[in-house]
Nanobody, 124 residues
Framework: QVQLVESGGGLVQAGGSLRLSCVASGLTFSMYDMGWFRQAPGKEREFVSS????????YYADSVKGRFTISRDSSKNTVYLQMNSLKLEDTAVYYC?????????????????WGKGTLVTVSS
């Protein structure tokens, strides 16, 4: 049974930082592109960032580029999202995603497995 378990969310002031973690189990981690998506209240789930199986290629939504950094540790079956300079508009539930298909994960439809999400709230 595949499980993706996120942690690290919470309440932070604008300009602050958080690091999200996602531990994967039940799958061969090295064979999956991993990503982060987010969903704000009343909005659709949107792509945030992804990293390829090798970890050599990373992708970011324009809205987070330069502020967020994705990484993965295959020895721990874990993917991270370092979020700096947080803004009010970053408030959302953040979901970890795994995609075993070709190409980096960029779209909701590509995702094979989802975590349950972790809430990030940025306050003024």
């Amino acid at each position: 049974q595949v499980q993706l378990v996120e942690s690290g969310g919470g309440l932070v002031q604008a300009g602050g930082s958080l690091r999200l973690s996602c531990v994967a189990s039940g799958l061969t981690f090295s064979m999956y592109d991993m990503g982060w998506f987010r969903q704000a209240p009343g909005k659709e789930r949107e792509f945030v960032s992804s990293i390829t199986t090798s970890g050599y290629s990373t992708y970011y939504a324009d809205s987070v580029k330069g502020r967020f950094t994705i990484s993965r540790d295959s020895s721990k079956n874990t993917v991270y999202l370092q979020m700096n300079s947080l803004k009010l508009e970053d408030t959302a539930v953040y979901y970890c995603a795994a995609d075993g298909g070709p190409g980096a994960v960029r779209w909701v439809a590509q995702v094979d497995y989802w975590g349950k999400g972790t809430l990030v709230t940025v306050s003024s």
